[in-house]
């Protein structure tokens, strides 16, 4: 079955420190994985998208990272600022599909100054 | 550029009744989805369009209708509300499939009591 779970499910730092969030998926034939921004109340806003020959892709502070080979993908926030308290979502595309994203149930994440 | 838009924004419906959530995008894309989020999930697609008076079925298309008339507009419909479609909604739309952006707009969150 197709599934991303992402780790940990909710995570506070304090503001200008850097943290880690993970994702694992079993999803295949693999197609890309993006990471997605949801603060609350609002729609996700897309950070990054990275295809199978990519391993690291940066936004700003953001820095995604692949392993295609194990299946596992991080975000990397470097210097937190309070508003990257949102929840981070990781998402996997399976090869050939049209529409059915496979999303992560996302990772909290507050900043507190 | 608005990009998507979505309305209402809230709702509440008794059960049984019905209504209709409309999403627009100004960006020209062919492909337009409708998501439900529910605490503690990931997003589950319910039902996208891949052009113009195109639809089709997605994770969780029970209980929903969907119509493409024009480009830029994708209407997600419930016939018979039920509490069980108590959730946050999400439009969303994208040039194309595989690596292609998918725009997200801002909610609907329905209640249904």
């Known amino acids: 079955k197709n599934q991303v779970e992402q780790s940990p499910q909710s995570l506070i730092i304090l503001e200008g420190k850097n943290c880690t969030l993970q994702c694992n998926y079993t999803v295949s034939p693999f197609s890309n994985l993006r990471w997605y921004k949801q603060d609350t109340g609002r729609g996700p806003v897309s950070l990054t998208i990275m295809t199978f020959s990519e391993n690291t892709k940066s936004n700003g502070r953001y820095t995604a990272t692949l392993d295609a080979d194990t299946k596992q993908s991080s975000l990397h926030i470097t210097a937190s600022q309070l508003s990257d308290s949102a929840s981070y979502i990781c998402v996997v595309s399976p090869g050939g599909s049209q529409g059915n994203l496979i999303f992560g149930k996302g990772t909290k994440l507050s900043v507190k100054p | 550029n608005a990009g998507v838009t979505q309305t209402p924004k809230f709702r509440v419906l008794k059960t049984g009744q019905s209504m209709t959530l409309l999403c627009a995008q100004d960006m020209n894309h062919e492909y337009m989805y409708w998501y439900r989020q529910d605490p503690g999930m990931g997003l589950r697609l319910i039902h996208y369009?891949?052009?113009?008076?195109?639809?089709a079925k997605g994770e969780v298309p029970d209980g929903y209708n969907v119509s493409r008339l024009k480009k830029q507009n994708f209407l997600l419909g419930l016939e018979s509300a039920a509490p069980s479609q108590t959730s946050v909604y999400f439009c969303a739309s994208s040039s194309g499939q595989g690596a292609w952006e998918q725009y997200f707009g801002p909610g609907t969150r329905l209640t249904v009591t």
């Open positions: 369009s891949v052009g113009e008076g195109t639809t």
